[in-house]
C-alpha cells in the first residue's frame, strides 16, 4: 500500500444539529488544527448540502467525493426497480461493483462503456 492509498478518519464532532454553521465551526476548527503542509486533499461524505458547503468554505482546494456506501444505497433505491428480473439485478449490480472497483481511469471507462451496452440489451428483453 502506498501512502496515496491510505484513508483514515482524522476527526470526530459531534454537533447539535446538522446545519451549515454547525458544520462550518467543525470544518475551520479541523483546518485550524491542521499543519499547512497535511492539509486534506480529498474529502468524502454524503450529500448533505450544507456540509457540501461548508467544506467548499473551509477547504477550497479539497476535492470532494461522495461516499461509495451511500452511493450504492442510492444505486439500491433508484435502479433495482428499473431491473424487474432477479437474473437483470443481478447482472447490473455485478458490473456496477465491477465499475466502482476500478483502480484505473482506463479499465473504469472501458466497464462504463460495457455497462451501457449491457444495459442497452436489458432493455430489449
Not at 41 to 52: F, G, K
Not at 59 to 78: D, G
Given at each position: 500500500?502506498?501512502?496515496?492509498?491510505?484513508?483514515?478518519?482524522?476527526?470526530?464532532?459531534?454537533?447539535?444539529?446538522?446545519?451549515?454553521?454547525?458544520?462550518?465551526?467543525?470544518?475551520?476548527?479541523?483546518?485550524?488544527?491542521?499543519?499547512?503542509?497535511?492539509?486534506t486533499?480529498?474529502?468524502?461524505?454524503?450529500?448533505?448540502?450544507?456540509?457540501?458547503n461548508?467544506?467548499?468554505?473551509?477547504?477550497?482546494?479539497?476535492?470532494?467525493?461522495?461516499?461509495?456506501?451511500?452511493?450504492?444505497?442510492?444505486?439500491?433505491?433508484?435502479?433495482?426497480k428499473?431491473?424487474?428480473?432477479?437474473?437483470?439485478?443481478?447482472?447490473?449490480?455485478?458490473?456496477?461493483?465491477?465499475?466502482?472497483?476500478?483502480?484505473i481511469?482506463?479499465?473504469?471507462?472501458?466497464?462504463?462503456?460495457?455497462?451501457?451496452?449491457?444495459?442497452?440489451?436489458?432493455?430489449?428483453?
Open positions: 500500500m502506498t501512502s496515496t492509498d491510505m484513508t483514515f478518519c482524522v476527526g470526530c464532532a459531534f454537533l447539535d444539529a446538522e446545519k451549515e454553521d454547525n458544520y462550518s465551526w467543525a470544518c475551520e476548527t479541523l483546518r485550524l488544527l491542521m499543519d499547512k503542509n497535511s492539509l486533499l480529498v474529502i468524502v461524505t454524503d450529500r448533505e448540502l450544507a456540509l457540501m461548508a467544506i467548499e468554505r473551509s477547504f477550497p482546494s479539497a476535492t470532494h467525493l461522495l461516499c461509495r456506501w451511500h452511493i450504492n444505497k442510492n444505486v439500491l433505491a433508484k435502479c433495482k428499473i431491473l424487474c428480473t432477479k437474473d437483470r439485478w443481478d447482472e447490473f449490480y455485478n458490473a456496477w461493483n465491477l465499475l466502482i472497483q476500478s483502480r481511469e482506463a479499465t473504469m471507462r472501458d466497464r462504463i462503456e460495457r455497462m451501457c451496452k449491457d444495459l442497452g440489451k436489458l432493455r430489449m428483453l
